[in-house]
């Protein structure tokens, strides 16, 4: 549900979708068939601007939905 920040250790409660990041995640498995479409199911997460920054949101069919830390920023090695 989009109604607050996808980080379960933040409480910032949805207010403007532009503040943060939306993540789109779509379910494997199985599938809603209505008449002969079959329809994967998608959930959306919002994390806010402050956790969008340091947090991005994962999905794996073991562990479901998480939030993670992203990894340091990584200097390009410069070519020598
Ligand atoms: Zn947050």
Redesign the pocket.
């Known amino acids: 549900m989009l109604s ?4 379960p ?4 409660a949805l207010h403007y979708l532009r503040a ?1 990041k939306v993540f789109k995640v779509e379910f494997d498995g199985p599938v809603l068939v209505t008449g002969k479409k079959p329809i994967r199911k998608v959930e959306h997460f919002w ?6 920054e340091t ?1 991005t949101l994962t999905y794996d069919q073991i562990h479901g939905v998480r939030v993670l830390q992203k990894p340091p920023m990584v200097r390009r090695a410069a070519a020598s």
Do not use: I
């Not at 250790?9 to 910032?12: G, I, K, P, Q, T």
């Open positions: 607050k920040c996808a980080n250790d933040c409480h910032e943060g994390l806010c601007g402050p956790c969008s947090q």
